[in-house]
């Protein structure tokens, strides 16, 4: 059953039958669990980068159930709510979904139109979609699997809109049956995770008792009282959204097992396929041309480089979690969410990019469904919409990073970046030219961008200035600002590894610094931050880079772990032993048996 796909010629509902049980293995196998956010939050994370290497829609429905649903209900509920859900969320008993996003609202969900009325004579709240574009949209889970749901709703008491709030609402029976009031549609087929049943939601005047409200922050009293440890309406909203944070470092854990499955499949593959060498004999496997090394060690180098930049992320959102009942330092705090911002991002896109490249040089081969890159492509496509567009987080990165330019180590990037780097074409791969030159364009564009919004007069100005005359430069900040913590994570961890891994690792951030550089390299150049000459010798040094990486690609792609059973792709086992029977692209053969 934990075979990646038994066939890629799925009818959709046993494709989503498939997700479900294989799901139900992972939640029975005991590995795992809700409460892992408030004692081993890393146990989890692990969680649904191995599920994302079984099946994406199998990650996709995990991250919702484990994390938006039964996080929500963990950190928002109280004990009423852990008793009822917090055992079937485990086992899969109570299979939930999250209902954030509307038709017409999305990264602008604060606006949502959603109302949940008290009713203080019946002592119950009435949840109520008003318009079409306030539909419950793109709900995982909900289209076939899901009971319950976390309705996020405006909170209206007396006429009073107290914000938006979290709901427990009842959307099916024990028996499947759809719940009076609730209208749910299914979305249908998508361009990927077609294992997940997305939906649509509606409630027609659904009545909830008061004890629906999750109550961890606000209360409503019998007579309609209400009370929040929250002043401010927009604030109660940032907090009940807070598990789309941890739900972009799940994006990013699951984006990373796409990106490592791709590099693994392309360079078996690449090693075991052989082309014309230098006698015109077909006896050079094409891992060793440079075509294919410069297209695929950088990538290698780049996802193990995210990696440790997720793992940074990872650790420092376990410090102010809040599901200890911990008061978070804001500045610490305010620190995290521009980390979580922005890792999910870069995770998602190296995905996109790195099964694109994969895909396309490894042939025909790299374009039949069973070899996983069509999988894999949509995955990512998936993980740059799901908890929140990676432009839109991007513009969260920089508005909040401008928030900070009073710290010390911002204002000494600021200053690093008024002045052209000290590099030459010999110490451009240096580690410390290397994290000079990421400190000093975070600084130049920080110090840029903040020039311009001290021109805005009014708050029109402003939203000008930032949604229509400097987004080149807001989005260019918070990659600059995401990519300078990625070097920063690598080259602690190469710090504190033996030399055995430090030896490797070396390279590999320079490779991945190197491959960084070149992409901005005009920019470096028109700057005036670097000069031509050392601009020229970039793309030499990576060629310089891949040549020395090129014996141990393979030993790095083992190095993630990744059992045989779930590559699971014909080129990255006896691709001519598999091609010996009329296979039907499906996963036949004799090396598929055992798993």
């Known amino acids: ?42 146990n989890i994370f692990a969680a649904h980068e191995i599920a994302g290497f079984c099946d994406p829609s199998v990650a996709t429905k995990m991250t919702v159930q484990f994390n938006l649903f039964g996080g929500t209900i963990l950190k928002l509920g109280t004990k009423v709510h852990h008793d009822q859900l917090l055992a079937g969320i485990d086992s899969l008993a109570a299979i939930g979904c999250f209902a954030l996003t509307e038709l017409g609202y999305g990264n602008n969900a604060v606006e949502m139109e959603t109302t949940a009325t008290f009713d203080k004579q019946a002592d119950e709240f009435i949840i109520h979609t008003p318009t079409t574009v306030a539909q419950k949209y793109w709900i995982t889970n909900s289209a076939v699997h899901a009971k319950w749901s976390a309705v996020f ?48 939601l509606w409630f027609n005047n659904v009545r909830i008792p008061r004890q629906g409200l999750l109550d961890g922050n606000s209360t409503v009293e019998r007579d309609g009282t209400f009370h929040s440890k929250i002043s401010k309406p927009r604030d109660r909203f940032l907090k009940v959204a807070d598990q789309l944070l941890s739900g972009r470092i799940c994006i990013a854990s699951m984006m990373q097992s796409g990106s490592k499955e791709a590099l693994v499949i392309a360079f078996r593959y690449a090693a075991s396929r052989l082309a014309v060498g230098p006698r015109g004999k077909s006896d050079t496997a094409i891992l060793d041309y440079q075509l294919q090394q410069r297209a695929l060690l950088p990538l290698l180098a780049q996802t193990i480089c995210l990696n440790l930049g997720l793992s940074y992320v990872k650790d420092r959102w376990a410090e102010v979690s809040g599901f200890d009942g ?65 432009r839109v987080l991007m513009q969260k990165v920089a508005k909040e990073y401008m928030s900070t330019m009073k710290a010390a180590a911002v204002q000494a990037r600021l200053k690093a970046g008024q002045t052209p780097l000290k590099a030459t074409p010999s110490t ?51 990659m600059a600002y995401a990519e300078r913590e990625t070097i920063e994570a690598s080259y602690r961890a190469i710090q504190q590894a033996p030399e055995s891994v430090s030896g490797i690792l070396r390279p590999v951030v320079a490779l991945y610094a190197m491959k960084v550089i070149e992409t901005n390299l005009g920019w470096y150049m028109s700057e005036g931050m670097l000069s031509t000459e050392v601009g020229a010798a970039v793309p030499q040094q990576i060629r310089d880079l891949c040549n ?14 990744i059992p045989d059973h779930l590559i699971a792709a014909p080129i990255a086992t006896n691709w001519v032993e598999y091609n010996k029977v009329d296979n039907q692209g499906e996963l036949y053969g004799s090396m598929f048996k055992s798993a």
């Open 1 to 42: 059953m934990m075979l990646p796909y038994r066939r890629y010629d799925m009818d959709l509902r046993d494709e989503r039958e498939l997700a479900l049980q294989r799901l139900r293995v992972l939640c029975h196998s005991g590995l795992f669990s809700i409460l892992d956010f408030r004692h081993n939050p890393l």
């Open 153 to 200: 709703a405006q909170l209206l008491i007396d006429g009073t809109n107290h914000g938006i709030h979290g709901f427990l609402v009842r959307i099916r029976n024990e028996d499947g049956s759809i719940c009076p009031g609730v209208r749910i549609e299914d979305m249908g087929h998508k361009i990927g995770c077609n294992g997940v049943d997305n939906g649509k």
């Open 326 to 390: 911990i008061v978070p330092d804001p500045e610490r705090f305010k620190e995290v969410i521009m980390l979580c911002c922005a890792i999910k991002p870069l995770c998602a896109w190296n995905c996109q990019e790195t099964a694109t490249t994969c895909r396309e040089r490894c042939g025909g081969q790299g374009y039949l469904s069973c070899n996983r890159f069509g999988a894999i492509l949509g995955f990512s496509h998936a993980g740059m919409t799901a908890e929140g567009d990676n």
């Open 428 to 478: 451009i791969s240096s580690p410390d030219v290397i994290q000079q030159c990421f400190a000093a364009r975070d600084g130049r564009l920080l110090g840029l961008l903040a020039k311009k919004m001290a021109a805005a007069g009014t708050k029109e100005d402003t939203f000008d200035i930032w949604m229509k005359q400097q987004s080149d430069t807001v989005q260019a900040l918070g």
């Open 548 to 561: 020395e990486l090129g014996p141990s690609g393979q030993k790095l792609c083992d190095s993630f772990g």
